[in-house]
T-cell receptor, first 115, second 115 residues
């Protein structure tokens, strides 16, 4: 069964450092998302991406965050200068263009620990 | 602001028992989804309910969408240890939003089924 692949599975970084989280969505999917889940809190939407541009972003997704689809297969989330509160599980998800449906396939997540 | 509240937050039962968990909102949702998440994994979609009053069955799991589309329930019959996990409900942000809608999530019900 097709799956969304995320790397790294766990990254530990110092506050202020740049981090890039990578995702390989399912190959024929057209919509891409990043969500995050801080320990003990709800899953939160960060950003959606379609047709090589951001469709929607949340208040969390400030200037420190950026997304890119550099080569048609990878979808990356960059945090320029990490803060302690960026520590969370970051989930990538993708969706096919199916009218009326909202079926997302999630990756296993990247755990980011900021020290 | 659309919110999804799930109850109970934690549930510990013996194998073979039945259980029901709930997902409630004061807002109307065009659809609701139920996911199951295991430790170290991303959420996996179980079902999408779309029509008010709809009931969907997935083996021993029965999902119901409230008539007013503000709430949903998940009933598990004769729970098994393999049902252990975090059950999350999620719905699209905005009743009349387009296809690329973000998902709003509940905090989840952490279910432990003991042998």
């Amino acid at each position: 069964e097709p799956e969304v692949t995320q790397t790294p599975s766990h990254q530990v970084t110092q506050m202020g450092q740049e981090v890039i989280l990578r995702c390989v969505p399912i190959s024929n999917h057209l919509y891409f998302y990043w969500y995050r889940q801080i320990l003990g809190q709800k899953v939160e939407f960060l950003v959606s991406f379609y047709n090589n541009e951001i469709s929607e972003k949340s208040e969390i997704f400030d200037d420190q965050f950026s997304v890119e689809r550099p080569d048609g297969s990878n979808f990356t989330l960059k945090i320029r200068s990490t803060k302690l509160e960026d520590s969370a599980m970051y989930f990538c998800a993708s969706r096919a263009q199916v009218s009326g449906a909202n079926v997302l396939t999630f990756g296993a997540g990247s755990r980011l620990t900021v020290l | 602001t659309q919110l999804l509240e799930q109850s109970p937050q934690f549930l510990s039962i013996q194998e073979g028992e039945n259980l029901t968990v709930y997902c409630n909102s004061s807002s109307v949702f065009s659809s609701l989804q139920w996911y199951r998440q295991e430790p170290g994994e991303g959420p996996v979609l179980l079902v999408t309910v779309v029509t008010g009053g709809e009931v969907k069955k997935l083996k021993r799991l029965t999902f119901q969408f409230g008539d007013a589309r503000k709430d949903s329930s998940l009933h598990i019959t004769a729970a098994q240890t393999g049902d252990t996990g975090l059950y999350l409900c999620a719905g699209p942000g905005g009743v009349n939003a387009g296809n690329n809608r973000k998902l709003i999530w509940g905090l989840g019900t952490s279910l432990a089924v003991n042998p």
